[in-house]
């Protein structure tokens, strides 16, 4: 006999005991018929005792059973196996999983299933193998030798933006690369190495956003050693690169210091402390002692004691300014924030902070501080000049005579133009006679026809000034040009050849004229003055709020600062015609302020409502209402005038309090500002604990609300927290509350 024909004797010899696999054969509606002894130790069943009645009977579905038995019936015409899917069984204390391979059996003569055969094996740790690949949340992924996907779990579906792993297996794995060589470039380094470790690749996900991944890989050889693919792990690192991207990006060096062995070492550091401190990168700087950056032991220990002492009290160190010496010898201060890191005892093992360069920013400080004290010092003196410059023209306008406006203020170009109305009309009537007077015989009377007809000429302007001059402020200073030019041509005319009465007459109302045009501007000029007094002591007073010292808060009645405020604008408000309309109802309430800053801050809100005031009938004085009260401990302080009006997107955008900002109407009738008393103030108020709210309505019953040609009444309401031990009592309402 043959070998052949030997192997074959033995095949056909062969126990179905003996094979490696599980073997049944059950019938149609699942009661067991035989099996194999390893089918009986898969399923936990002594080999001495007999198995159960069905095989359903370790099914903890047994639908599933059911479902996979019809599926093999109806394969069986085609001749074939059917494979089960991962089959979840109940055996004695536990649980398992088994892949079967099931054919239906046929009788040939009543053409009818009358059971099954199967293969069992047992891959319950392999298939909590893959379970646990698929739940961890870390990707998990196989390629080919061709870079094909032949496994995925689901964290690196998720991480990639798809659904189910069917979406990524049998694609290469180029097409998730945003740069599709570093596909090319892991694989050789795979090849290479045969392990790769935290590989950062930006990859694309299903929907086109660009993610950066840490990949690991291990090279998946034949049994050749030929290369046939490569599995690892992939990890979404995004937040943690772009936090790092952004961190050595950052003009701004972050660092931790661990103590060991009594030494300060770096541990971690961002690129730009490295480059800070004069090194290249963040290598060359972990692991040095963090003392030896410092200019000097001194400098060193003064920030470690301001650290401890602050650790001490609960607060981080914020805004230390250190001198440090770089690596290339350079000397600069740099700012740094710091918080100490401390074990699970409380014991102090180092610490982590940020560092800012401060050494330009120290130099302009140290210099805007001395600029600052130089304009304070400037308009100091200005202030001190504008003063002498209105005593100078008060008694100027004395030496000019009298005047028939004095008991009025001049507030406006208007009102000056119609103070010397009626002169110049003197003036234009003795010029007329005159000229009427001699024109028969001018040629005689030594005057030359040049200088006669600039006579007519002046007349002609006297005569028609308001009608040619648009402008009502340029009408005095024409009516004086014209004045003086007229005395001129008097004072070259030979004594005896003019009429004597008719000459001096025109001289007197020219003088008189010109001395009243005079006058008014000098009236004008010396309100500007009371104006810009207030002005400038207020920028004076908030520059210097930087370089000055800290003022002390004290407690101080709010009724008082109210009333300085007034005093000091008093003689400004009587320039301008305003009238104080003051209402205190607040009860004696006491604020606790820095007096300075609040005083101007009430002064400015104040100036503002003199300023932008109209009168609201004529021949009657225009008016500002101060009016304090107290509402929900809080102390309020209304400033209302009837007035210019302000725009409603002007308070709604908040333009009203930027810095320099001036209200597009604010500029009626010439008034001057600076656009910084409101930001001032407002400043001031919340740097207090309090705020400024700003109204303004059309005056004009059945006006528009954006008619702003109208008057306005506008209410400007500063608010401050009420000192909490006066022993008043704030139970009154008042009528104005600032929401």
């Known amino acids: 006999m043959s070998a052949d024909a030997k192997a074959l004797e033995l095949f056909h010899h062969?126990?179905?005991?003996?094979?490696?696999?599980?073997?049944?054969?059950?019938?149609?509606?699942g009661r067991f018929l035989a099996c194999?002894?390893?089918?009986?130790?898969?399923?936990?069943?002594?080999?001495?005792?007999?198995?159960?009645?069905?095989?359903?009977?370790?099914?903890?579905?047994?639908?599933e059973r059911t479902k996979l038995l019809e599926m093999a019936e109806a394969a069986?015409?085609?001749?074939r196996f059917i494979v089960s899917v991962p089959l979840h069984l109940s055996v004695p204390g536990n649980d398992i999983f088994v892949r079967e391979f099931i054919r239906a059996l046929r009788d040939p003569v009543s053409d009818q299933v009358v059971g099954f055969v199967g293969t069992m094996i047992d891959i319950t740790q392999e298939h909590r193998f893959r379970q646990l690949i698929d739940v961890l949340p870390i990707g998990i992924y196989r390629v080919d030798a061709n870079d094909q996907i032949t496994h995925v779990n689901q964290a690196a579906v998720k991480i990639l933006g798809y659904k189910s792993k069917n979406e990524l297996e049998k694609r290469n794995v180029k097409e998730f690369y945003a740069h599709p060589e570093d596909a090319e470039t892991l694989t050789e380094m795979v090849k290479d190495s045969?392990?790769?470790?935290?590989?950062?690749?930006?990859?694309?996900?299903?929907?086109?956003?660009?993610?950066?991944?840490?990949?690991?890989?291990?090279?998946?050889?034949?049994?050749?050693?030929?290369?046939?693919?490569?599995?690892?792990?992939?990890?979404?690192?995004?937040?943690?690169?772009?936090?790092?991207?952004?961190?050595?990006?950052?003009?701004?060096?972050?660092?931790?210091?661990?103590?060991?062995?009594g030494v300060d070492r770096i541990r971690q550091c961002n690129r730009q402390f490295a480059l800070m401190h004069d090194y290249e990168t963040e290598e060359q700087v972990i692991g040095r002692d963090i003392k030896k950056f410092y200019a000097s032991e001194t400098e060193y220990q003064s920030f470690k004691e301001k650290l401890l002492a602050n650790d001490a009290l609960g607060f981080p160190t914020l805004g230390y300014p250190v001198n440090i010496k770089t690596l290339k010898g350079q000397e600069r201060i740099f700012e740094a924030n710091s918080r100490t890191v401390k074990d699970r005892k409380g014991n102090i093992i180092g610490r982590t902070g940020v560092i800012r360069d401060?050494?330009?920013?120290?130099?302009?400080?140290?210099?805007?501080?001395?600029?600052?004290?130089?304009?304070?010092?400037?308009?100091?003196?200005?202030?001190?000049?504008?003063?002498?410059?209105?005593?100078?023209?008060?008694?100027?306008?004395?030496?000019?005579?009298?005047?028939?406006?004095?008991?009025?203020?001049?507030?406006?170009?208007?009102?000056?133009?119609?103070?010397?109305?009626?002169?110049?009309?003197?003036?234009?009537?003795?010029?007329?006679?005159?000229?009427?007077?001699?024109?028969?015989?001018w040629q005689t009377r030594d005057l030359q026809a040049e200088v006669w007809q600039n006579l007519v000429s002046l007349l002609s302007q006297l005569q028609s000034y308001n009608e040619t001059i648009q402008f009502p402020?340029?009408?005095?200073?024409?009516?004086?040009?014209?004045?003086?030019?007229?005395?001129?041509?008097?004072?070259?005319?030979?004594?005896?050849?003019?009429?004597?009465?008719?000459?001096?007459?025109?001289?007197?109302?020219?003088?008189?004229?010109?001395?009243?045009?005079?006058?008014?501007?000098?009236?004008?000029?010396?309100?500007?003055?009371?104006?810009?007094?207030?002005?400038v002591?207020?920028?004076?007073?908030?520059?210097?709020?930087?370089?000055?010292?800290?003022?002390?808060?004290?407690?101080?009645?709010?009724?008082?600062?109210?009333?300085?405020?007034m005093s000091n604008l008093d003689e400004y408000a009587h320039s301008k015609g305003v009238e104080f309309k003051p209402r205190d109802d607040a009860f004696g309430a006491y604020v606790c302020v820095s007096e300075r800053d609040v005083l101007r801050a009430l002064s400015n809100?104040?100036?503002?409502?003199?300023?932008?005031?109209?009168?609201?009938?004529?021949?009657?004085?225009?008016?500002?209402?101060?009016?304090?009260?107290v509402q929900a401990e809080r102390a309020y302080v209304m400033f209302e005038n009837f007035g210019v009006p302000i725009q409603a997107d002007e308070i709604q955008n908040g333009l009203i309090f930027q810095f320099g900002y001036r209200g597009s109407l604010s500029s009626d009738r010439g008034r001057l500002g600076t656009g910084i008393g409101l930001t001032d103030a407002l400043n001031t108020a919340r740097l207090h604990g309090g705020n400024i709210k700003v109204e303004s309505a059309c005056a004009r019953h059945g006006a528009p609300p954006n008619d702003y040609t109208a008057p306005f009444i506008t209410k400007v309401t500063l608010s401050l927290p009420i000192y909490p031990h006066t022993g008043a009592s704030y139970e009154k309402k008042a009528s104005h509350p600032l929401d």
């Open 76 to 79: 069986e015409p085609q001749g």
């Open 14 to 29: 062969l126990s179905v005991g003996e094979l490696p696999v599980g073997l049944y054969l059950i019938a149609r509606d």
């Open 36 to 63: 194999n002894g390893l089918c009986k130790k898969i399923l936990v069943v002594p080999a001495e005792q007999p198995l159960p009645p069905s095989i359903l009977a370790f099914h903890p579905n047994p639908e």
């Open 473 to 535: 402020e340029f009408r005095p200073p024409t009516l004086r040009l014209i004045a003086r030019k007229i005395q001129q041509i008097f004072q070259l005319v030979p004594k005896g050849k003019l009429p004597r009465e008719l000459a001096r007459q025109v001289m007197q109302d020219a003088q008189n004229l010109e001395r009243l045009v005079c006058l008014a501007a000098l009236r004008q000029v010396e309100t500007s003055i009371v104006a810009m007094d207030h002005q």
């Open 537 to 565: 002591r207020a920028l004076r007073d908030f520059i210097l709020t930087g370089a000055r010292p800290q003022e002390a808060r004290s407690m101080v009645k709010l009724w008082d600062l109210i009333k300085q405020a």
């Open 605 to 629: 809100l104040l100036h503002n409502a003199i300023k932008y005031s109209w009168s609201k009938e004529k021949g009657k004085p225009a008016w500002v209402i101060i009016h304090a009260y």
């Open 194 to 261: 045969a392990t790769v470790t935290n590989q950062k690749r930006e990859l694309v996900k299903r929907n086109g956003e660009i993610i950066f991944a840490s990949l690991s890989s291990v090279a998946v050889s034949g049994a050749d050693g030929s290369y046939e693919g490569r599995e690892g792990t992939i990890e979404d690192v995004t937040a943690e690169e772009r936090y790092l991207r952004s961190l050595n990006d950052i003009h701004i060096g972050f660092y931790e210091v661990r103590q060991e062995n």
């Open 358 to 441: 401060i050494t330009n920013e120290k130099r302009l400080r140290e210099d805007m501080q001395h600029l600052q004290s130089d304009i304070g010092r400037v308009l100091h003196s200005y202030t001190a000049t504008l003063l002498m410059a209105k005593h100078t023209l008060a008694a100027t306008a004395v030496s000019l005579g009298p005047e028939p406006f004095a008991a009025e203020p001049t507030h406006s170009a208007e009102e000056a133009n119609a103070a010397v109305t009626e002169p110049a009309k003197r003036l234009a009537a003795a010029l007329g006679k005159f000229l009427q007077t001699c024109e028969a015989d």
